[in-house]
Each structure stands twice: as structure tokens, then as C-alpha cells.
């Protein structure tokens, strides 16, 4: 690796991933984002970082552990860095993600996924694990672009409007977090741009997806 971070360790109890955990760096330049990646002190690490016109870095050694999630869950999955490996997309957070990135992403998804086994339903944003505290990769990262690859999961508009959301919700993966932050996290990938209560949609689209792709698909 031309970049190697050393903010890694074991993975805890022989740990294989399972799931691939997609961020934004929040910074500037990714210059900057890589150097934090790497500055131990810091103590944050992912295994991937992909610039703004596609270029991958590789900072660990994906059968190690990064330090990328942080605290959150998903499904039955509590220790996130040991059952992942963690993307980090250069983005100030505010602003679209280049064609060349996400091209590099969906190569870069292709390939990991073939390594460990990996389902598209196991490739999750961060906000989707730690609703309460991350937003990333936020509401202008285009999901459903990555679910036409299959790398990723998208309804398709079959589910029943009157499940109930939280249930649907914990058969997908979230964790049990405020509602209106599992709410947000979930509209941020599926429905950028809905504001307002929880409605039929957002029950129907988590039904769907809660029948088509359960947690223990993950675990």
C-alpha cells in the first residue's frame, strides 16, 4: 500500500465482514481526509479511500480492522469495525459525488464483494448504522444508481402501507434509535428530500424491503 494507516487492528472473534460501510470524509481536500486516516492520533482509519476523480488508496489491509464505524448496529451486528470493511468517498459533505468516484466505487464494490461473499444488501451508508449520530453518506449520494449494479438494495414499490415502520425498520437492520432518527436516516437513502411525519410510503417501502432482504441475511 502506497498509504498505510495505523489506526487497525484484529478482527474481534475471528470476525469475517459481512457488510460494507459507505462514508463521506467531511473535510476539504482528500489530501487532508488521508492524512487524518493516517495520523494516529486521530485514531480513525477505513480500508478504502476514493478521491474526487476515482483514485482508490488503500489505508488497511481489508482482513484487518478499521476504526470507521464507531458506535451504532446493525441487525444483530453491535461491533460494526470487526464485521465491515469501511469506504470513505472524498466529499465536504454538501456536495455531489464526480462520475469518476462513483465509477471507481462501483469497481471498487465489485470487487470486495467477490473477495468476502458479500450480498448487496450487506452494503450499508453510515447513517444507516448510527442513525442518531452520522449523516454520511448523505441525502445526494445516489443509492439507487448503485442498487441498478446490484450493489446495493432499492424497493420496487410491492410493499403494504399499513406495516408498521419500526418493525420494518429492525427487519432491515436499524437500530433501535429515536424514530425520527431511524426515520431520517432511512428517507436520506431511500427518499432524499421527504420531509414531514412518517407516511404510507415510507411504510410501504420498508415493508418491502423488510420481506425481500432480512437482517439475517447480514449476520
Given amino acids: 500500500m502506497a498509504f498505510a494507516s495505523p489506526n487497525s487492528g484484529d478482527r474481534r472473534e475471528g470476525a469475517r465482514p459481512s457488510l460494507i460501510v459507505i462514508h463521506y470524509t467531511a473535510m476539504p481536500?482528500?489530501?487532508?481526509?488521508?492524512a487524518r486516516l493516517c495520523d494516529p492520533a486521530a485514531e480513525v482509519s477505513a480500508h478504502w479511500l476514493i478521491a474526487e476523480d476515482g483514485t482508490c488508496d488503500q489505508l488497511v489491509d481489508e482482513a484487518r480492522r478499521a476504526w470507521h464505524a464507531g458506535a451504532g448496529a446493525w441487525g444483530?451486528?453491535?461491533?460494526?469495525?470487526?464485521?465491515?470493511?469501511?469506504?470513505?468517498?472524498?466529499?465536504?459533505?454538501?456536495?455531489?459525488?464526480?462520475?469518476?468516484?462513483?465509477?471507481?466505487?462501483?469497481?471498487?464494490?465489485?470487487?470486495?464483494?467477490?473477495?468476502?461473499?458479500?450480498?448487496p444488501e450487506g452494503i450499508i451508508?453510515?447513517?444507516?448504522?448510527?442513525?442518531?449520530?452520522?449523516?454520511?453518506?448523505?441525502?445526494?449520494?445516489?443509492?439507487?444508481?448503485?442498487?441498478?449494479?446490484g450493489f446495493a438494495v432499492w424497493p420496487q414499490g410491492e410493499g403494504d402501507h399499513r406495516a408498521d415502520f419500526r418493525t420494518s425498520a429492525r427487519a432491515i437492520g436499524y437500530?433501535?434509535?429515536?424514530?425520527?432518527?431511524?426515520?431520517?436516516?432511512?428517507?436520506?437513502?431511500?427518499?432524499?428530500?421527504?420531509?414531514g411525519p412518517e407516511d404510507d410510503i415510507d411504510r410501504a417501502m420498508a415493508d418491502e424491503l423488510a420481506k425481500r432482504f432480512p437482517v439475517n441475511g447480514v449476520e
Fill in 29 to 34: 481536500t482528500c489530501a487532508e481526509s488521508r
Fill in 76 to 119: 444483530g451486528i453491535t461491533d460494526v469495525n470487526s464485521h465491515s470493511i469501511g469506504i470513505e468517498l472524498a466529499n465536504p459533505g454538501d456536495a455531489p459525488f464526480p462520475e469518476p468516484q462513483m465509477a471507481a466505487l462501483e469497481r471498487l464494490l465489485a470487487a470486495i464483494m467477490a473477495r468476502w461473499a458479500i450480498r
Fill in 125 to 149: 451508508g453510515h447513517s444507516d448504522m448510527a442513525p442518531e449520530r452520522k449523516r454520511d453518506p448523505g441525502p445526494r449520494f445516489n443509492w439507487q444508481r448503485l442498487a441498478l449494479g
Fill in 175 to 195: 437500530p433501535d434509535a429515536a424514530p425520527e432518527a431511524v426515520l431520517t436516516a432511512f428517507r436520506m437513502r431511500f427518499r432524499p428530500g421527504a420531509l
